[in-house]
């Protein structure tokens, strides 16, 4: 009962503190955006629609935003089991000549009526998830060759029971905070450092506990207009549960097989990319990554993974609104163990036939993991509304599994 109050007064403050800038400042002007995306589907796949409303308002030296997005899905797909879903964001920034600053609300609230007999059926925890919310602070700074930036967060979960005498974790809360510093040692290079904490609210029901540092340099080099070349290589240490870390790269034999903590890997980080502006309608790029982790009790690299990708995009002259282009790409991954079985390549391509009817088509083929086919006409109402039909045939020989999917739907922004 006291963490909950704790957060409402949390919450509360933040709240407060904006409407005191609001009624201190004056609104100069505003900007009122709504959008809406409705789809309907001839298979088993999504039909629902996205509404979505934003309104920025400068408040003298401030900014106010508040956007807030209803999600309607027809839980047909497996993976998706929120009947509606709704996102409210409240944020207030300031741009100084040298930095920056914001802080946030971020809300998500879940309507979980029609998963009820899902978790049951499939023998899942018996409670499910309900609404979270967070609030924070994000900043960046750049004096002469010093750059930096601080992010810190408050994030609640709440949690209701299927059976309402059942005894179960109602509330979670963590919170997290990063900080990374750099200096320019040249023109393009910056050498950094970073550090990052995660921390349970609660000890008793979460064992969301890590620590985190980095170390690295930056490369963005603009050797002209036309050529630019990013860098970067960074070690990172880290100490806390392997499963309480959000490194989304880690490999699931990996995690399967080992089950050791994370104090005893050590993610090593290169990646290089360079793009060419070749004409003002011919864009390409060429990038390399390479991830591995270093055991200290083994001494030695585990799972080495590096990709090869590239693309380019022609953008025909002949629309003025630049819809119309063709993009050619592939990626090659000989050791790519983290994202497995992904080399391939793809193709989109989106053309005006007559004026504001649109045709497109597109692939991406990965032999051994999925292997996708679409096709879309458009026809633009305004600038901004289109009616659309979309077709769309996927290839999973992993699971020896086939679908088609044919949709129709409309998108509105004024």
Not at 122 to 129: D, I, Q
Not at 131 to 160: C, P, V
């Amino acid at each position: 009962m006291c963490k909950s109050m704790s957060a409402k007064r949390y919450i509360l403050i933040a709240v407060a503190a904006l409407g005191f800038v609001i009624l201190s400042a004056k609104i100069t002007s505003w900007i009122y955006c709504s959008s809406y995306h409705l789809t309907t589907s001839a298979s088993k796949s999504l039909t629902g629609y996205d509404l979505n409303k934003i309104v920025n308002a400068p408040l003298g030296k401030y900014n106010l935003e508040f956007e807030n997005r209803l999600v309607y899905t027809d839980n047909k797909q497996s993976d998706r089991y929120d009947r509606i879903t709704i996102k409210p964001l409240l944020s207030l920034s300031r741009k100084w000549e040298n930095c920056f600053g914001k802080v946030y609300y971020r809300g998500e609230y879940f309507d979980k009526t029609a998963d009820r007999d899902f978790l049951v059926a499939a023998n899942m925890p018996r409670l499910h998830h309900t609404y979270n919310q967070q609030a924070g602070f994000t900043s960046n700074y750049n004096i002469g060759n010093l750059t930096g930036k601080l992010d810190a967060r408050h994030r609640t979960f709440y949690y209701e029971p299927l059976d309402d005498g059942e005894s179960v974790i109602r509330q979670v809360s963590n919170v997290f905070s990063n900080a990374e510093i750099g200096y320019s040692v040249i023109k393009p290079v910056t050498i950094f450092a970073s550090a990052s904490i995660r921390s349970a609210s609660d000890k008793k029901t979460d064992v969301y506990d890590t620590k985190s540092a980095g170390i690295g340099l930056k490369l963005n080099y603009p050797v002209n207009y036309t050529n630019h070349i990013q860098g970067l290589t960074r070690i990172d240490w880290q100490k806390g549960d392997l499963y309480s870390i959000e490194t989304e790269t880690l490999p699931p034999d990996y995690i399967e097989h080992k089950f050791q903590t994370a104090e005893k890997l050590m993610p090593i980080t290169h990646s290089l990319r360079y793009t060419k502006m070749v004409t003002p309608q011919i864009l390409g790029f060429v990038s390399y990554e390479n991830r591995s982790f270093y055991d200290k009790d083994q001494k030695q690299f585990l799972f080495n993974s590096q990709f090869l990708r590239g693309s380019c995009k022609y953008t025909f002259v002949y629309d003025l609104t630049e819809g119309s282009f063709a993009e050619l790409g592939a990626k090659y991954a000989p050791s790519d163990v983290v994202k497995h079985k992904s080399s391939g390549y793809f193709g989109k391509g989106e053309f005006k036939v007559i004026d504001k009817l649109y045709l497109g088509a597109g692939f991406n083929s990965m032999p051994q993991r999925l292997t996708r086919y679409e096709a879309v006409a458009r026809y633009y109402i305004s600038p901004w509304n289109e009616v659309f039909v979309n077709f769309v045939h996927s290839e999973d020989p992993e699971y020896n599994k086939n679908n088609n999917n044919i949709a129709a739907g409309v998108r509105m922004m004024f």
